[in-house]
């Protein structure tokens, strides 16, 4: 009983706090990123409290969208004028009252900034900015906006993400060694595919020849057969021939697919796939290979960015989205455009009058240097900045053939999508496989 009295006693003379008093417990230290339950509460009131401002200004916005029309109908001389709230809320939707008519759209009165879009009155402007495409673009532009003002990494970050990126290229991509496997791959198809089909060679292409690859790619041969054979029997003798050896299992075929394949596993479990006549494919990939050995960098965020654009599905040309190596292109392109270029436009060094074949100008890369010091951490960010608000897509094509701007209207490219074009292959846009 007594300690209870006790405890009677020390609520009592506890003070109680004041609404002026601040709150210490569960507080937000100043410059930590630390969010605490009260922090939440405070932030959740906040929302609430502006969902019933927005509410009245849609009220106020539809109340002051019946008078103009009422004023519309009077015929009556006086124009209407909006109050500021609403002359704000559709600032907010990039929607303007227009300083000078528009000789095109004489009864136009408000312009969106967005849109590019001319309104003739309030109930137009409502219309416009729930319009799906306004919706979307400004979705777009709130994005990008906050880009824009993301903060830059600090040097703990950049030595993180450079110490990501090694890790990533060192359990990703393809080492030396896992090179050469690929390349004994090829010669040992080549030998045995020449004693049946006379005068045949066997190369590779793709990432196994350009480094760009990831260590589950496939390893993509090239058959390629003289003029005077037939290129559906060449294909039907290699799927027999390379049935009956004991060196390849599951040997199937895909004729019926796009590119005409032969698909196959080695004994060691690298799958492969065997397509003829891919000159062009070839001469990309030599060209490829050239830039990835210029600069350790070019390796460390090609791996990085390919491995990137397998695991979000990027990668599936099938899939309505890239092709592989279309990612190595970008990045080549990137780099060519920086103030002081990674990369040099190796086509400048080539012979003009010989553009199908590609011949790789050692002499003139041996003295190819870089003036750029930025760390791998650093070209990553400033790669995924270019692509995202740097590039103006529409305006733009991607080519690796110049060092400078290529437009769509040089290209005679009517699309307004990403657009690369494919090195050896110029009227093709890697891109339009791409599904909207």
């Known amino acids: 009983r007594q300690e209870s009295e006790e405890e009677e006693v020390e609520k009592r003379n506890k003070k109680p706090r004041t609404r002026t008093e601040p709150r210490t417990k569960n507080r937000k230290k100043s410059g930590s990123s630390i969010v605490t339950v009260e922090d939440d509460e405070a932030e959740g009131t906040q929302e609430k409290a502006a969902a019933p401002k927005h509410k009245e200004i849609e009220i106020q916005f539809a109340q002051e969208a019946a ?38 759209f004489p009864r136009a009165r408000w312009f969106c900034r967005l849109c590019e879009y001319h309104c003739d009155n309030l109930a137009k402007c409502r219309e416009h900015y729930l319009d799906t495409r306004h919706s979307r ?77 990831l260590k589950f790619a496939n390893v993509n041969l090239d058959l390629q057969i003289t003029a005077d054979q037939k290129p559906h029997l060449a294909l039907l003798k ?4 390379l049935h009956d050896s004991p060196e390849y299992l599951e040997v199937a075929d895909e004729f019926t697919a796009k590119i005409p394949t032969i698909k196959f596993m080695t004994t060691t479990g690298l799958a492969c796939e065997l397509s003829l006549n891919n000159h062009q494919a070839y001469q990309t990939s030599s060209l490829l290979k050239d830039y990835w050995s210029l600069d350790p960098r ?67 890369l041996a003295g190819w240097r870089t003036q750029n010091k930025m760390s791998p951490a650093e070209l990553w960010i400033e790669l995924f900045a270019f692509l995202s608000i740097g590039f103006k897509s529409v305006e733009l094509v991607v080519s690796i053939k110049k060092s400078g701007m290529l437009t769509n209207e040089e290209k005679q490219w009517k699309t307004k999508r990403l657009a690369v074009e494919d090195p050896f292959s110029c009227k093709r846009n890697l891109c339009r496989s791409i599904q909207a």
């Not at 990494?153 to 050469?180: F, I, M, R």
């Not at 290699?238 to 021939?241: C, G, I, S, T």
Request: glycine share 6%; aromatic share 8%; proline share 5%.
């Open 238 to 241: 290699a799927l027999e021939v």
């Open 137 to 213: 673009l400004s979705r777009t532009k709130e994005v990008e906006t906050t880009l824009y003002h993301l903060p830059r990494p600090n040097k703990h970050h950049l030595d993180c993400l450079n110490s990501l990126l090694a890790t990533v290229e060192k359990e990703q991509g393809l080492s030396t060694s896992d090179l050469n496997i690929r390349q004994a791959v090829a010669q040992s198809v080549h030998s045995l595919l020449q004693e049946h089909i006379q005068g045949c060679t066997v190369r590779l292409y793709g990432s196994s020849l350009s480094g760009f690859g």
């Open 67 to 104: 008078q103009e029309a009422a004023v519309a109908t009077a015929e009556t001389l006086e124009e209407f004028k909006p109050s500021e709230a609403v002359l704000g809320f559709l600032a907010g939707k990039y929607l303007y009252p227009l300083a000078h008519k528009s000789s095109k």
């Open 298 to 364: 070019v390796r460390t965020v090609g791996v990085a960015f390919r491995y990137w654009a397998s695991v979000v599905r990027m990668d599936r040309q099938a899939e309505g989205t890239l092709p592989p190596h279309t990612f190595a292109i970008l990045l080549v392109y990137f780099l060519q455009q920086q103030t002081k270029p990674v990369l040099p436009c190796i086509h400048e060094y080539l012979d003009p009058s010989n553009e199908d074949v590609y011949i790789s100008p050692v002499e003139g």
